[in-house]
């Protein structure tokens, strides 16, 4: 299909940027919620938050074009929007996964850890894309070792 015939269907680039970035969204949260489905203990966590970055980072090598939508929605308010959304979906994934293994533990607390370990999970992902194979997967070790392995950080 010819590039200016999708303008039958979308209004302007905006909105066909936002379909594709919800689209690979979908797929991510899909991974995600695979991921968490596993964690029945506390012990299960370290190795799910490892498997959520590695599939996050793959979804980018195994399609380029997840990194142009992420950048394309870097630039425009809208869609940064849409970005923001994910991260606040992801971040309720694991903290329903979280208040499964850790009853007690304070919401609040739970939900402010979720979403840092989950921007931090995002941010290091993108990151890693931006550097050569080597070195990614070295970053990406490095920062896996840094995860959480317990909600000690929750206690005060």
């Not at 964690?39 to 590695?54: E, S």
Request: proline content about 5%; charged content about 20%.
């Amino acid at each position: 299909m010819p590039f200016g015939s999708l303008y039958q269907y979308f209004p302007d680039m905006t909105a066909i940027i936002g379909t594709l970035a919800e689209r690979y969204n979908a797929i991510g949260r899909d991974c995600v919620r695979r991921d968490l489905a596993v964690v029945k203990n506390i012990r299960d966590l370290h190795p799910a938050l490892c498997r959520i970055t590695d599939s996050y980072y793959q979804m980018f090598i195994d399609e380029p074009v997840m990194r142009d939508i992420w950048q394309a929605t870097q630039a425009d308010r809208a869609l940064q929007k849409l970005g923001e959304e994910d991260g606040v979906y992801l971040a309720g994934l694991l903290g329903d996964a979280l208040r499964r293994v850790a009853p007690g533990a304070p919401a609040t607390a739970l939900a402010s850890f979720s979403q840092l370990i989950m921007t931090l999970i995002a941010a290091t992902v993108r990151h890693a894309i931006t550097l050569g194979p080597k070195e990614a997967v070295r970053i990406l070790t490095l920062f896996k070792r840094m995860l959480p392995k317990n909600l000690a950080a929750l206690e005060m």
